[in-house]
């Protein structure tokens, strides 16, 4: 077969046609290939990549999908999703009820279910750790998710009040003001475990209280924010006479005792030192411990000999590999350095998939997600720097939104041809939502809507301006290098949006740590997102567009938006219930356009399916990766380098 610019044909040693890298790119690859191995760990029975790095171990803290994979083997929540069932089953909890009117459910914890340093499980570490998940002090993304807990809002909200005031009192010096803290800090904790319906009856029975009753509670229980961490661990207390002793019936050691926590004297909130989630000091209550983790390397979990199901465990060891170059990673899987490639996102990945559909290879499998691709708007007032954000107007987000071409996009950019998406929720991905339909293109449309906000080509050179003669401002569009993928799409929308509006965009592309902080800092005009719903309800993909959502990196706030989705979160009916959301969303996606859907995700994963078992293809991509087992008939394939 002739070879072309990009690629050539080879065939593997069973006579397969696989697809390799050009030769061009195939020097390179190697050679981050070599260095990426210069200092080998020792081979594990299964090791997977991504092209990202695990951001945080801290389960409250976590929002990125390869966290909670990862964080979903070093901790166990009350119940877990099994995506084979489709049922929750046990997890650090062996049975539930719940109550008549559905406002409180009982937790029976198992009596076997240790932490990884031998201490017995309690309630009590879900009572602590649920406080820090719904502590402002934490910086988690998902506490609000939990409001529902009776007493959760107001307690947040009360810390929140507590911490204003302490930054406008005076105080005569530092130890006043360090003592003060400190006590606000007893006061919030006192008031937690009083007023927020989170009831330990015993070491083994843990209630919850809900304000109003919450179909999906179970789903948020699996969730990887939810998971306990170990007091004694996360705060760095001095090691214990007895360690089978449970913490809460030690003493609490002094501020000055607790090596990772303290609390800040400026601010009065509680500070945490991240060391704790680190190899030697974390400690977990799920089927693996941290052995080791190089940043932005690799990560590698060994079988932890204290999970109650030890025993069932099939693979010893695994490692987690960050490769960030699309190539290289394609070059490992094929060297047989990895056992499974999470996200092929190589420029010929739509070739490959070719090839598996003539039978050519068997190693790609193309799994449809619970998840959206967008493109999100800073809707704040102002950009950093105190300049005037053009996107704070619906109308102008309406007209960017009404001019992008998706069809093109899923045809000749991505190739994948994935489903169109004009809202955010997946179209028949939860049983019973209806989803709407959201703003289609329409190009004279989206010029009507820029000149309503004040922006026409006035004097005719093909770029619009504000009445006083002002260009709009050339437009920054935020995205991942990690993958060709975004690139394309952002070069896409810039041709789509510079030849229909008469507007300048430019392109900036950065690595994945950074382009989070500018999410996180709001540093941005458009950027580039991705959703993987969280659980089996609209309000995974909506809660996005809640005011002070910790996801809502837009800075977007509507006050009728975050009213309906009160009212539909108390309405008793769930029919009625997901008809109010459809309504919620339909309004998000036609009048404010917070962001601008472009497609349901289809992610492409590589792996051989006669050697690997136990990965899921449910689209919510959850992976028990204790159940992942790896057959090589006595031979481990590959050798690592």
């Given at each position: 077969?002739?070879?072309?610019?990009?690629?050539?044909?080879?065939?593997?040693?069973?006579?397969?046609?696989?697809?390799?890298?050009?030769?061009?790119?195939?020097?390179?690859?190697?050679?981050?290939?070599?260095?990426?191995?210069?200092?080998?760990?020792?081979?594990?029975?299964?090791?997977?990549?991504?092209?990202?790095?695990?951001?945080?171990?801290?389960?409250?803290?976590?929002?990125?999908?390869?966290?909670?994979?990862?964080?979903?083997?070093?901790?166990?929540?009350?119940?877990?999703?099994?995506?084979?069932?489709?049922?929750?089953?046990?997890?650090?909890?062996?049975?539930?009820?719940?109550?008549?009117?559905?406002?409180?459910w009982t937790f029976h914890l198992r009596p076997d279910a240790r932490w990884s340093d031998g201490s017995p499980v309690t309630a009590w570490d879900f009572a602590w750790s649920w406080m820090r998940l719904l502590t402002p002090d934490t910086a988690a993304s998902y506490s609000s998710l939990f409001f529902?807990?009776?007493?959760?809002?107001?307690?947040?909200?009360?810390?929140?009040?507590?911490?204003?005031?302490?930054?406008?009192?005076?105080?005569?010096?530092?130890?006043?003001?360090?003592?003060?803290?400190?006590?606000?800090?007893?006061?919030?904790?006192?008031?937690?475990?009083?007023?927020?319906?989170?009831?330990?009856?015993?070491?083994?029975?843990?209630?919850?209280?809900?304000?109003?009753?919450?179909?999906?509670?179970?789903?948020?229980?699996?969730?990887?924010?939810?998971?306990?961490?170990?007091?004694?661990?996360?705060?760095?207390?001095?090691?214990?006479?007895?360690?089978?002793?449970?913490?809460?019936?030690?003493?609490?050691?002094?501020?000055?005792?607790?090596?990772?926590?303290?609390?800040?004297?400026?601010?009065?909130?509680?500070?945490?030192?991240?060391?704790?989630?680190?190899?030697?000091?974390?400690?977990?209550?799920?089927?693996?411990?941290?052995?080791?983790?190089?940043?932005?390397?690799?990560?590698?979990?060994?079988?932890?000999?204290?999970?109650?199901?030890?025993?069932?465990?099939?693979?010893?060891?695994?490692?987690?590999?960050?490769?960030?170059?699309?190539?290289?990673?394609?070059?490992?899987?094929?060297?047989?350095?990895?056992?499974?490639?999470?996200?092929?996102?190589?420029?010929?990945?739509?070739?490959?998939?070719?090839?598996?559909?003539?039978?050519?290879?068997?190693?790609?499998?193309?799994?449809?997600?619970?998840?959206?691709?967008?493109?999100?708007?800073?809707?704040?007032?102002?950009?950093?720097?105190?300049?005037?954000?053009?996107?704070?107007?619906?109308?102008?987000?309406?007209?960017?939104?009404?001019?992008?071409?998706?069809?093109?996009?899923?045809?000749?950019?991505?190739?994948?041809?994935?489903?169109?998406?004009?809202?955010?929720?997946?179209?028949?991905?939860?049983?019973?939502?209806?989803?709407?339909?959201?703003?289609?293109?329409?190009?004279?449309?989206?010029?009507?809507?820029?000149?309503?906000?004040?922006?026409?080509?006035?004097?005719?050179?093909?770029?619009?301006?504000?009445?006083?003669?002002?260009?709009?401002?050339?437009?920054?569009?935020?995205?991942?290098?990690?993958?060709?993928?975004?690139?394309?799409?952002?070069?896409?929308?810039?041709?789509?949006?510079?030849?229909?509006?008469?507007?300048?965009?430019?392109?900036?592309?950065?690595?994945?740590?950074?382009?989070?902080?500018?999410?996180?800092?709001?540093?941005?005009?458009?950027?580039?997102?991705?959703?993987?719903?969280?659980?089996?309800?609209?309000?995974?993909?909506?809660?996005?567009?809640?005011?002070?959502?910790?996801?809502?990196?837009?800075?977007?706030?509507?006050?009728?938006?975050?009213?309906?989705?009160?009212?539909?979160?108390?309405?008793?009916?769930?029919?009625?219930?997901?008809?109010?959301?459809?309504?919620?969303?339909?309004?998000?996606?036609?009048?404010?356009?917070?962001?601008?859907?472009?497609?349901?995700?289809?992610?492409?994963?590589?792996?051989?399916?006669?050697?690997?078992?136990?990965?899921?293809?449910?689209?919510?991509?959850?992976?028990?990766?204790?159940?992942?087992?790896?057959?090589?008939?006595?031979?481990?394939?590959?050798?690592?380098?």
């Amino acid at each position: 077969m002739e070879m072309s610019t990009y690629h050539e044909y080879v065939r593997s040693k069973d006579g397969a046609m696989i697809r390799q890298l050009p030769l061009i790119l195939l020097l390179p690859a190697l050679l981050v290939l070599v260095v990426w191995f210069d200092e080998p760990a020792p081979r594990s029975d299964f090791t997977w990549s991504s092209s990202s790095d695990v951001f945080t171990l801290d389960p409250q803290r976590m929002s990125y999908l390869t966290d909670m994979r990862v964080g979903s083997a070093l901790y166990e929540g009350l119940v877990r999703f099994d995506p084979e069932q489709g049922l929750f089953v046990p997890g650090a909890a062996t049975s539930w009820e719940r109550s008549a009117d559905g406002r409180s459910w009982t937790f029976h914890l198992r009596p076997d279910a240790r932490w990884s340093d031998g201490s017995p499980v309690t309630a009590w570490d879900f009572a602590w750790s649920w406080m820090r998940l719904l502590t402002p002090d934490t910086a988690a993304s998902y506490s609000s998710l939990f409001f529902p807990i009776r007493g959760a809002r107001e307690c947040w909200k009360h810390r929140n009040e507590q911490l204003k005031a302490f930054s406008e009192r005076d105080f005569l010096d530092d130890r006043e003001r360090i003592v003060a803290a400190r006590r606000l800090w007893d006061d919030h904790e006192d008031r937690f475990s009083r007023e927020v319906g989170i009831e330990v009856v015993d070491e083994s029975t843990l209630v919850v209280h809900l304000e109003q009753p919450l179909p999906w509670l179970l789903d948020l229980l699996a969730f990887t924010p939810a998971s306990p961490v170990y007091r004694p661990s996360v705060e760095g207390w001095p090691t214990a006479d007895d360690p089978d002793q449970p913490w809460h019936r030690r003493d609490i050691p002094e501020w000055d005792d607790r090596a990772f926590v303290k609390i800040d004297p400026a601010s009065g909130r509680l500070f945490q030192d991240h060391r704790w989630a680190r190899p030697g000091r974390l400690v977990g209550n799920g089927p693996y411990l941290l052995d080791s983790w190089r940043y932005k390397r690799d990560l590698r979990l060994v079988a932890s000999p204290t999970w109650h199901d030890a025993d069932g465990v099939a693979c010893e060891t695994i490692t987690k590999r960050t490769i960030e170059d699309p190539n290289t990673a394609v070059l490992a899987f094929e060297s047989g350095a990895l056992d499974w490639l999470n996200g092929v996102n190589v420029d010929y990945r739509v070739d490959m998939i070719e090839q598996q559909d003539l039978g050519h290879r068997n190693d790609i499998h193309v799994v449809p997600a619970f998840a959206t691709d967008f493109f999100s708007f800073n809707c704040r007032p102002t950009l950093p720097g105190g300049r005037l954000n053009p996107f704070a107007d619906p109308a102008v987000r309406r007209a960017f939104a009404l001019t992008v071409d998706r069809d093109s996009i899923v045809e000749h950019v991505t190739r994948l041809n994935e489903p169109i998406a004009t809202t955010l929720v997946p179209p028949g991905s939860i049983p019973g939502y209806e989803s709407p339909r959201g703003l289609d293109r329409d190009p004279d449309r989206a010029r009507s809507e820029l000149a309503a906000a004040g922006w026409i080509d006035r004097d005719g050179d093909g770029l619009v301006e504000s009445e006083d003669g002002s260009l709009f401002p050339i437009t920054t569009l935020l995205y991942t290098t990690n993958t060709p993928r975004f690139k394309r799409m952002a070069i896409a929308l810039r041709e789509q949006w510079e030849t229909e509006l008469g507007v300048r965009i430019e392109l900036v592309g950065k690595g994945s740590k950074f382009y989070r902080n500018d999410l996180r800092e709001g540093d941005f005009m458009i950027a580039r997102g991705t959703w993987y719903g969280d659980y089996g309800d609209p309000t995974t993909f909506l809660d996005l567009c809640r005011t002070g959502d910790g996801n809502n990196s837009r800075g977007f706030t509507d006050p009728m938006i975050d009213a309906a989705l009160d009212e539909a979160s108390t309405e008793s009916d769930p029919s009625r219930r997901l008809k109010m959301l459809a309504d919620v969303e339909r309004r998000l996606f036609t009048e404010s356009l917070p962001m601008v859907p472009i497609c349901q995700v289809v992610d492409v994963h590589m792996f051989d399916p006669d050697r690997i078992s136990g990965l899921s293809s449910h689209p919510r991509q959850i992976h028990q990766f204790w159940k992942v087992a790896v057959d090589d008939g006595g031979a481990r394939g590959a050798a690592a380098p």
